[in-house]
């Protein structure tokens, strides 16, 4: 069995200040792990994902992900928080041939 | 390329009523995927189907709830009778089959039930 765990409910950050939304996985195998942003009445839009190579991974709109293997963690970064990056924040694992596996999402505010 | 598309955005209905959501997802993508979020938990798969043969349902309450998928294409998700805890948002999302971890969402469907 994989669950998902994201800790925090909601994580509020001044902008331009940085930001870490925590993830933490338990996926048998080799994990495929993903995030994605959630604004209001929007479906779910794909940030990052991680599959193999570099711990470190970029993505969309300046965030980043760290993948710790020993840790089972894969938190969200971004260096400097943007009053737009306010939305829900949903990680998610990936077993091969079934569906993503999401966690419960954390609220994002970010304050001017 | 078009995005996955789903109709209604918003639907509200009284318990006991039907209802029913309709998702055309991406050109070429052979997996449709059902997912129900409910406010503040994140999504849960209802049903996976890989073109018109379902791959899990394991997740769909059965008694009320079905969906087909008969062309390979289009994707109808039915509630009957829909009762108060069905009050959620009815994503639908699509991947190729060689990259199935890659699914992309449609705009989802919100249901109140009163």
């Known amino acids: 069995a994989q669950s998902v765990a994201q800790p925090e409910d909601q994580v509020n950050v001044a902008e331009g200040n940085p930001l870490t939304v925590k993830c933490t996985y338990s996926?048998?195998?080799?994990?495929?792990l993903f995030w994605y942003v959630q604004y209001p009445n929007r479906g779910l839009q794909f940030l990052l994902k991680y599959i193999t190579g570099d711990n470190l991974v970029k993505g969309s709109y300046g965030f980043e992900a760290e993948f710790n293997k020993s840790q089972t963690s894969f938190h969200l970064k971004k260096p400097s928080a943007l009053v737009s990056d306010s939305a829900l924040y949903f990680c998610a694992a990936w077993n091969s041939g079934y569906a993503l596996n999401f966690g419960k999402g954390t609220s994002l505010l970010v304050t001017p | 390329e078009a995005g996955v598309a789903q109709s209604p955005r918003y639907k509200i209905i009284e318990k006991r009523q039907s209802v029913a959501f309709w998702c055309n997802p991406i050109?070429?993508?052979?997996?449709l995927y059902w997912y129900q979020q409910i406010l503040g938990q994140g999504p849960k798969l209802l049903i996976q189907f890989q073109n018109n043969g379902v791959v899990d349902d394991s997740q769909l309450p059965k008694d009320r709830f079905s969906a087909e998928r008969l062309k390979g294409v289009d994707s109808t998700l039915k509630i009957q009778p829909a009762k108060l805890e069905d009050s959620a948002v009815y994503l639908c999302a699509s991947s190729l089959v060689r990259r199935a971890y890659e699914q992309y969402f449609g705009p989802g469907t919100r249901l109140t039930v009163t």
């Open positions: 996926v048998s195998g080799n994990p495929y």
């Open positions: 050109s070429g993508h052979a997996t």
